[in-house]
């Protein structure tokens, strides 16, 4: 592959690798390996992800992610956000900008280190059920804002083993063979909520997720009636807010807002 320009971007705890591949440098045979490679914290540049921008016709550009095991993902929030600041300092879109992703086209503004993306719509939300974890039951809910959420309500957000039942929860039978991710959610204030999330293809917790900061905030918008935006504080101490309408009973319009930063900037020697 020779050497490779990089980028490593971060939002709200959650970091990623940027590639610009709109010359198609980086072959599609080359992008699980080469994620894996690189998002190895003790042996590489370490990453929760590597987003590939490429060229697109029915957006700005096109925007693919890749978690650190090497599996690609349909959404991410938190990597549009590292996306779009990406994409407008390099001058491949303005401060307002479509992305093409997998789960469908989002639009994007970006003003200074705020970058505010609209997402797809919610879908397949499930309320109040139960999962057998560890032979206790979790009542849980369920909602695909790109990708698969499952959101657990508790009071002591620090005593929960995140790692554990979020790993049973994102293997259990219900949701295979694709798996769902995992967000414990403690309500804080009237609309204020903090999370903690074991990520399917991190395979571990992160310090935030974006999509998962929505799916919790607009499941907690319905059981404990929170009005947008809802703020949500996440593990790595950084607050992000999900704006939202109700219409029709549905929600609409949901958007993910907070901080991005482009960290620095290098080239990988080999690939």
């Known amino acids: 592959m020779g050497k490779i ?15 610009d591949n709109r010359t198609g440098h980086l072959k599609e045979k080359e992008l699980a390996r080469f994620t894996k ?7 590489a540049i370490g990453a929760d992800g590597v987003l590939v921008v490429a060229g697109s016709r029915k957006a700005d550009f096109k925007m693919r992610i890749f978690n650190s095991d090497g599996s690609e993902a349909g959404m991410c929030g938190n990597g549009s956000r590292c996306a779009a600041l990406f994409a407008a300092v390099k001058k491949i879109a303005g401060s307002k900008m479509s992305i093409e992703t997998l789960a469908g086209i989002i639009d994007a503004v970006v003003k200074n280190d705020t970058v505010k993306v609209k997402l797809t719509d919610p879908k397949e939300i499930k309320w109040n059920f139960c999962l057998m974890i560890n032979k206790c039951p979790f009542r849980v809910n369920f909602v695909d804002t790109g990708v698969p959420h499952v959101i657990h309500f508790t009071d002591d957000l620090d005593k929960v083993d995140v790692r554990n039942i979020g790993s049973h929860i994102r293997h259990h039978g219900d949701f295979s063979p694709e798996g769902t991710n995992a967000d414990f959610v403690k309500v ?12 399917r293809g991190v395979e571990d917790e992160t ?11 607009i499941i907690a918008a319905e059981a404990e009636k929170m009005s947008s935006p809802v703020t949500v504080e996440t593990q790595g101490g950084e607050k992000m807010k999900v704006y939202f309408e109700m219409v029709d009973g549905n929600f609409r319009n949901v958007f993910l807002e907070g901080r991005a930063e482009l960290i620095y900037e ?3 020697i080999s690939g």
């Open 5 to 19: 320009k990089f980028t490593k971007a971060v939002a709200a705890g959650n970091d990623f690798i940027i590639v």
């Open 37 to 43: 490679k690189v998002c190895d914290r003790k042996r």
């Open 188 to 199: 804080v204030g009237r609309d204020t909520i903090k999370i903690r999330t074991y990520e």
């Open 207 to 217: 310090l935030a997720c974006g999509t998962g900061a929505v799916a919790s905030a």
């Open 266 to 268: 290098g080239k990988l």
